[in-house]
């Protein structure tokens, strides 16, 4: 009656062992490192600049625990937070001689210490929120203006070709602030142009006015489709900020909407405030501009002649200068991928681009009337240009199109993962930084440590007292609960914050009453007369139905947490939900199989350890008190 299988005790055997090897990298600790990052496309990370980190380190007589290249950065972990000010300064040196043109981040972080042979089997810990970890807060403010100003570029560029292509003649089209003014010497082709306006562009509003013998048209962003740029402006920043900060390897950054204007940006374990705006300074612009190839501009080239009217010089990745236009004929934000890959015909490394529908249409107008001429793809940073590639037009490009010529298989990856994080939609400013040191950190861990110990401890010594063998039972089954808890969460990769850790006290609390409600059960089944075997067969079949219903209901507020809350209160929701579904299989489906394998080959079984089974003054006693 009460007797497992053995394949049930196969599951619980096999979820103990899962729990414990993916709970056991929590328990090492955090190192302080220093991590080394590329600050610019043009330099690479890779088994040179180890070499050069370890040379520098060795130079200055700092010891390393353990430094090593994982993905596209250098990591040191040291012993001590001194060593790791020491290694920053060295590998700064070795690595930075020029500060104002900094090649490469380097930056203070916290990394694991957890041996290799867990890193092999995938385990890994958990990610540590700010409160609990320490590391860099900011808010960004997001210029809106510019963000408008931006799109009113755009969309003056799409009415002239549209008007071209209409055969629609103007005297001419200029942009005063946030407004399009077009003038024209007809009325009959400002009507055209006005219904063009109103058909195509039905983004702006249109005011018409006669200023002398022309007509005036100017023409302004409706304010709804105001805050719909604005608000596609926040969330292509955002996205822009996870690709480049992820794409740098810090570890599980937070980047979420504030109001309707700003973004925070938490970086944990980051310590230096002055990397960490390195980092966010990486976000970049990308403009596809056509190369000045006239005589003006090759002079400009030689040093014989001044950059023309109307151009910019630019480097390009191997130093060599090149003059652009500064039309910009296709921003970042036109384009939805880039994939490296190979050419057909010569197998030659390439990039394939995907645009949008309007900047297909452009691509096609553009690539027809400059055939044979260069095109130039600028990255901006930190108000600095740089031509990435400057390739021939071959054909006309449509919403597809590939750039290939002289590089590399690492090279076009590189390109493409550029390229694919998108550009700021806005320029943005920090208007708040703050710095969390993991001395605070740790003592948030340790709170939040002894919060969950104490409770623990509490629950374990009521339930043993009023449960006796039971009681421990039960205990033995909140400490499994709490053992797979923490797994999931670090096999998961979630984040634990101090709400985190709140939960994680409260979900001790309600995996215990599902055993105080079989326990219950089990006396009650004792008091009415059954046998002990019977009884706790009864107990735990009859509690199971309590159970799932209280669980489903508490399971739906969670979710309700989860799905509404954001910051602090998911942070909650998340441990809340999983702190839920671990309880109902350590409550009932662990605790049951210790009783069965406890009591469960007695036969002739007459008494059970469950404390004092009290029962009604004019009922007979079943049973005392068992010890």
Same mark, same amino acid.
């Given at each position: 009656?009460?007797?497992?299988?053995?394949?049930?005790?196969?599951?619980?055997?096999?979820?103990?062992?899962?729990? #414990?090897?993916?709970?056991?990298?929590?328990?090492?600790? /955090?190192?302080? !490192?220093?991590?080394?990052?590329? !600050?610019?496309?043009?330099?690479?990370?890779?088994?040179?600049?180890?070499?050069?980190?370890?040379?520098?380190?060795?130079? &200055?007589?700092?010891? @390393?625990?353990?430094?090593?290249?994982?993905?596209?950065?250098?990591?040191?972990?040291?012993?001590? =937070?001194?060593? %790791?000010?020491?290694?920053?300064?060295?590998?700064?040196?070795?690595?930075?001689?020029?500060?104002?043109?900094?090649?490469?981040?380097?930056?203070?972080?916290?990394? *694991?210490?957890?041996?290799?042979?867990?890193?092999?089997?995938?385990?890994?810990?958990?990610?540590?929120? $700010?409160?609990?970890?320490?590391?860099?807060?900011?808010?960004?403010?997001?210029?809106?203006?510019?963000? $408008?100003?931006?799109?009113? /570029?755009?969309?003056?560029?799409?009415? +002239?070709?549209?008007?071209?292509?209409?055969?629609?003649?103007? *005297?001419?089209?200029?942009?005063?602030?946030?407004?399009?003014?077009?003038?024209?010497?007809?009325?009959?082709?400002?009507?055209?142009?006005?219904?063009?306006?109103?058909?195509?562009? =039905?983004?702006?509003?249109?005011?018409?006015?006669?200023?002398?013998?022309?007509?005036?048209? &100017?023409?302004?962003?409706?304010?709804?489709?105001?805050?719909?740029?604005?608000?596609? #402006?926040?969330?292509?920043?955002?996205?822009?900020?996870?690709? +480049?900060?992820?794409?740098?390897?810090?570890?599980?950054?937070?980047?979420?909407?504030?109001?309707?204007?700003?973004?925070?940006? %938490?970086?944990?374990?980051?310590?230096?405030?002055?990397?960490?705006?390195?980092?966010?300074?990486?976000?970049?612009?990308?403009?596809?501009?056509?190369?000045?190839?006239?005589?003006?501009?090759? &002079?400009?080239?030689?040093?014989?002649?001044?950059?023309?009217?109307?151009? /910019?010089?630019?480097?390009?990745?191997?130093? +060599? #200068?090149?003059?652009?236009?500064?039309?910009?004929?296709?921003?970042?934000?036109?384009?939805?991928? &880039?994939?490296?890959?190979?050419?057909?015909?010569? %197998? %030659?490394?390439?990039?394939?681009?995907?645009?949008?529908?309007?900047?297909?249409?452009?691509?096609?107008?553009?690539?027809?009337?400059?055939?044979?001429?260069?095109? @130039?793809?600028?990255?901006?940073?930190?108000?600095?240009?740089?031509?990435?590639? @400057?390739?021939?037009?071959?054909?006309?490009?449509?919403?597809?199109?590939?750039?290939?010529?002289?590089?590399?298989?690492?090279?076009?990856?590189?390109?493409?993962?550029?390229?694919?994080?998108?550009?700021?939609?806005?320029?943005?400013?920090?208007?708040?930084?703050?710095?969390?040191?993991?001395?605070?950190?740790?003592?948030?861990?340790?709170?939040?440590?002894?919060?969950?110990?104490?409770?623990?401890?509490?629950?374990?010594?009521?339930?043993?007292?009023?449960?006796?063998?039971?009681?421990?039972?039960?205990?033995?089954?909140?400490?499994?609960?709490?053992?797979?808890?923490?797994?999931?969460?670090?096999?998961?990769?979630?984040?634990?914050?101090?709400?985190?850790?709140? !939960?994680?006290?409260?979900?001790?609390?309600?995996?215990?009453? *599902?055993?105080?409600?079989?326990?219950?059960?089990?006396?009650?089944?004792?008091?009415?007369?059954?046998?002990?075997?019977?009884?706790?067969?009864?107990?735990?079949?009859?509690?199971? !139905?309590?159970?799932?219903?209280?669980?489903?209901?508490?399971?739906?507020?969670?979710?309700?947490?989860?799905?509404?809350?954001?910051?602090?209160?998911?942070?909650?929701?998340?441990?809340?939900?999983?702190?839920?579904?671990?309880?109902?299989?350590?409550?009932?489906?662990?605790?049951?199989?210790?009783?069965?394998?406890?009591?469960?080959?007695?036969?002739?079984?007459?008494?059970?350890?469950?404390?004092?089974?009290?029962?009604?003054?004019?009922?007979? @006693?079943?049973?005392?008190? *068992?010890?």
């Amino acid at each position: 009656m009460n007797r497992y299988p053995a394949w049930k005790y196969a599951i619980i055997v096999f979820a103990l062992l899962i729990g #414990a090897l993916y709970t056991l990298p929590n328990f090492y600790g /955090e190192a302080p !490192a220093v991590q080394v990052s590329a !600050a610019k496309p043009t330099f690479k990370v890779d088994a040179a600049t180890l070499t050069r980190v370890q040379e520098a380190l060795k130079s &200055a007589g700092v010891d @390393a625990d353990l430094v090593t290249l994982e993905g596209t950065s250098v990591k040191a972990r040291f012993l001590t =937070t001194d060593t %790791q000010l020491k290694a920053k300064d060295a590998i700064q040196k070795a690595l930075i001689p020029d500060p104002s043109n900094a090649g490469y981040v380097v930056a203070l972080n916290l990394l *694991s210490r957890s041996p290799a042979w867990l890193g092999a089997l995938h385990s890994a810990p958990m990610y540590l929120g $700010l409160d609990l970890r320490g590391g860099v807060h900011f808010m960004l403010q997001v210029d809106m203006a510019a963000a $408008l100003s931006k799109k009113v /570029e755009s969309l003056s560029g799409d009415l +002239r070709t549209s008007l071209r292509e209409k055969n629609v003649r103007h *005297s001419g089209i200029s942009r005063s602030g946030q407004t399009i003014e077009l003038r024209f010497r007809e009325a009959a082709a400002a009507d055209a142009a006005k219904a063009l306006l109103q058909d195509q562009f =039905t983004d702006l509003q249109v005011v018409a006015s006669v200023e002398g013998d022309e007509t005036k048209l &100017a023409a302004t962003i409706k304010p709804e489709a105001a805050r719909r740029i604005q608000d596609q #402006a926040l969330k292509q920043n955002i996205t822009t900020l996870h690709n +480049r900060i992820n794409e740098l390897g810090v570890a599980e950054p937070v980047i979420q909407q504030q109001g309707s204007d700003r973004i925070v940006v %938490q970086l944990p374990g980051v310590q230096d405030t002055a990397k960490a705006k390195d980092i966010l300074g990486r976000t970049a612009t990308l403009e596809l501009r056509m190369v000045d190839d006239s005589s003006e501009a090759t &002079a400009a080239l030689t040093g014989a002649g001044a950059v023309p009217f109307g151009d /910019e010089r630019f480097l390009e990745r191997d130093g +060599r #200068a090149v003059i652009v236009k500064k039309q910009v004929i296709l921003s970042g934000d036109s384009l939805t991928d &880039a994939q490296p890959g190979f050419d057909s015909q010569n %197998q %030659q490394p390439k990039v394939d681009l995907t645009v949008d529908a309007k900047g297909g249409r452009i691509m096609r107008d553009v690539s027809r009337e400059n055939l044979k001429k260069r095109m @130039a793809i600028v990255l901006f940073e930190k108000g600095k240009g740089e031509v990435l590639t @400057a390739p021939v037009i071959q054909g006309e490009l449509g919403n597809r199109f590939q750039i290939s010529g002289s590089m590399t298989v690492v090279e076009a990856s590189d390109l493409a993962l550029l390229l694919r994080a998108g550009s700021l939609a806005a320029p943005m400013e920090i208007i708040e930084e703050r710095t969390i040191g993991p001395s605070l950190g740790a003592e948030n861990i340790a709170k939040g440590f002894n919060s969950v110990t104490w409770g623990f401890l509490a629950v374990t010594l009521f339930m043993c007292l009023y449960y006796m063998l039971f009681g421990v039972f039960s205990s033995v089954a909140l400490a499994v609960n709490l053992l797979l808890l923490v797994s999931v969460l670090s096999m998961l990769q979630a984040t634990l914050t101090l709400p985190g850790m709140a !939960a994680m006290a409260l979900v001790l609390g309600m995996a215990i009453d *599902s055993n105080v409600l079989i326990n219950e059960r089990v006396r009650e089944e004792l008091r009415g007369g059954a046998s002990a075997q019977a009884a706790i067969h009864a107990g735990y079949d009859r509690a199971w !139905a309590t159970i799932l219903d209280s669980n489903v209901t508490t399971m739906i507020a969670g979710m309700a947490l989860l799905a509404f809350g954001s910051g602090p209160v998911r942070g909650f929701a998340v441990v809340h939900v999983l702190g839920i579904l671990t309880s109902m299989f350590s409550s009932v489906f662990f605790s049951r199989g210790l009783v069965n394998l406890w009591y469960g080959r007695q036969k002739k079984l007459k008494t059970v350890s469950i404390g004092t089974v009290w029962t009604p003054p004019t009922g007979n @006693a079943v049973m005392d008190k *068992s010890v």
